[in-house]
């Protein structure tokens, strides 16, 4: 099964907005890669493309990698550690806005 490329920035008033690529050829078409990432300890996202501007790669899932801006980073770190008893996942509330 191939993998989806998820990229999440912010959006309007507080909310994300979610870019899905259904390829690497796609992503890095879009963005300029400066690397390969080589020390995940997700062995599945090492190889995969480091991107200028965005953190990432990361699981999101079995078939999703993840990329995010350096805003939305900040924002989901902060909500994972202020809500460590919380079952809420925030990307559950997210809807993907552009498919390429």
Not at 9 to 27: I, K, T, V, W
Request: glycine share 6%; proline share 5%.
């Amino acid at each position: 099964m191939n993998k989806t490329f998820r990229v999440v920035s912010s959006g309007p008033n507080d909310s994300f907005l979610m870019s899905d690529f259904l390829s690497e050829r796609a992503l890095t078409k879009e963005f300029d890669q400066i690397g390969m990432d080589d020390c995940s300890t997700d062995l599945t996202l090492r190889g995969l493309p480091v991107l200028s501007g965005l953190i990432g790669p990361m699981a999101d899932g079995p078939q999703v990698v993840r990329y995010e801006t350096p805003t939305v980073f900040e924002e989901m770190t902060k909500e994972w550690s202020y809500s460590s008893t919380s079952k809420r996942n925030k990307s559950d509330s997210m809807e993907a806005t552009e498919t390429h």
